[in-house]
């Protein structure tokens, strides 16, 4: 549950000019950095938010019940706090981002809004927009495999094993018959091509057919 100041509480209720966004960004190597919407750096919980950073909110989405949730911020590429080079090697991959609603009179009267992880992030222009995920986005995410007829690897993967120069501009539909007529490569098909679909409730057996119980391929 937030707990919000009851000082912080009144000035909210009464929409004080004196409150601004703060955002707090912790990579996962430990480096934390702040921005702010203010016009003058604040230090928040010993953070120092910078205000030149061009850090503006964006769209938000807030889940309810067991939902993900998810927001959008955009800023602008600052050389001291991330820059091009970082965001291209992957700095800021899965960082921890947390909102705070502050009074820059007073930055220990503040309330934590969200807490998510950097999803996505994209170059727009000079800036860039990062897509974020709240904590229960987990539970929309496939973990594992999924079982179904056709394959789930990239035609060319160490999966696969195919040699893609041996097949030039080849493309693959993921099914067993392609993979073994095509590419003779069924040993490695990674899709359960014998597993039971739809059509098995309206299978019955045919005469003249071999009734073994064994593969119907």
């Known amino acids: 549950m937030r707990q919000i100041p009851d000082e912080l509480a009144e000035r909210i209720e009464s929409g004080a000019a004196t409150l601004c966004h703060v955002w707090v960004l912790k990579r996962t190597d430990g480096d934390v950095a702040g921005f702010t919407d203010h016009d003058r750096d604040l230090e928040v919980a010993g953070v120092l938010c910078r205000a030149s950073s061009g850090w503006s909110g964006g769209a938000a989405e807030t889940g309810v019940g067991f939902a993900p949730g998810a927001a959008v911020v955009a800023g602008v590429l600052d050389d001291e706090a991330i820059t091009e080079d970082d ?10 981002i947390e909102l705070w609603r ?7 009267l503040k309330v934590r809004m969200w ?3 950097l999803a996505r992030i994209r170059r727009e222009g000079q800036g860039f927009i990062a897509e974020l ?16 007829r056709d394959c789930d690897a990239q035609l060319g993967d160490a999966r696969c094993t195919v040699d893609l120069a041996a097949f030039p501009g080849a493309s693959c539909d993921k099914r067993w018959a392609t993979c073994q007529a095509t590419f003779g490569n069924g040993v490695n ?10 059509d098995f409730l309206t299978a019955v057996p045919a005469q003249g057919e071999r009734n073994d119980g064994g593969s119907r391929r």
Do not use: K, N
């Open 87 to 96: 965001l291209g090697s992957g700095l800021f991959d899965h960082a921890e």
């Open 189 to 198: 098909f990674q899709g359960f091509p014998d597993i039971p679909g739809d």
């Open 115 to 117: 807490v998510a992880r």
């Open 133 to 148: 995920e709240g904590p229960l986005a987990a539970l929309d995410r496939v973990v594992g495999r999924t079982y179904g």
């Open 102 to 108: 502050v009074d820059w009179r007073r930055p220990d």
